[in-house]
């Protein structure tokens, strides 16, 4: 069985020393979250050179995005932190990341109207009736029209930096490209085509100031990210290791 440390530098360090410890149970535990959320306030204007860049926090279903979103607006309100939070997922009865493998198109996650899981709807409403109140929008779940409204207007501002951290779950893992991402955070199972192209949302190269992007994974996934990218570039020799290594 795994663990976390924490060690007595930092009170936030979140150290997984064994790959096995991807129990359902521990790693949706609100200590865990807790624990993660603070470490992201730690380093968050470090990772991103704040507010030269942003970041996407992809995460394994909707409960926990959900828990997430909860932890980071309630540090908010304790003035932990002053960043701006936006979320989007689907309240479709197949919203989770059953399969974690990050391949989804995002056009069919898209839906409005009187469809989907309530329980999640009445939070994704309530999530982008802060979202509104943040940039004088009117966009809800009623209708399609409205929702993809809210998806296009999130992608805009993920653009213009007006967004600090994007919660997602599947959504904009692939096909999303925004030059001021520089940094993603992973707390959910990715693999293979699905892990390089979340991964890659944070490679587009935009300047000196940022020559690569940042990964931080909060699962011991490094056997699988190595098979990922040898599975994806197969003539990678060993002397390109050094820089494919995730810090």
Known sequence: MGRYKQKADSPN????????IDTKEL????????????????RHKAK??????????????????IQYYQLFAKKKKEGKHNLKIAT??????????KDADGILDDGGEIVG????NKHTREHLDSFISEYNGMFGTNYSTKDSKSFYGYYQ???????????????????????????TLNTLYVDKNLRYHGLIQAY??????????????NIVVFRNRRRRS??????NFPRTDEADEHPRKLR
């Open 113 to 116: 109207g009187d469809v989907g």
């Open 153 to 179: 207007d999130i992608a805009k501002k993920v653009k213009a930096k007006k967004v600090d951290i994007l919660l997602v779950v599947n959504m904009f893992l692939t096909g999303f490209d925004a030059k």
């Open 226 to 231: 190595r098979a990922s990218i040898h599975q």
């Open 48 to 65: 991103t050179k704040h507010p030269q860049f942003n970041a996407m926090f992809c995460v394994s279903s909707v409960d926990v995005l």
């Open 27 to 42: 790693m949706e535990s609100p200590a865990r979250l807790e624990k993660i959320t603070d470490y992201i306030l730690d």
């Open 13 to 20: 360090n979140v150290d997984i020393e064994v790959e096995g």
């Open 200 to 213: 890659s949302r944070t490679n587009r190269i935009l300047n000196q100031v940022k020559s690569q992007g």
């Open 88 to 97: 989007i997922f689907s309240y479709a009865a197949n919203e989770d990341d």
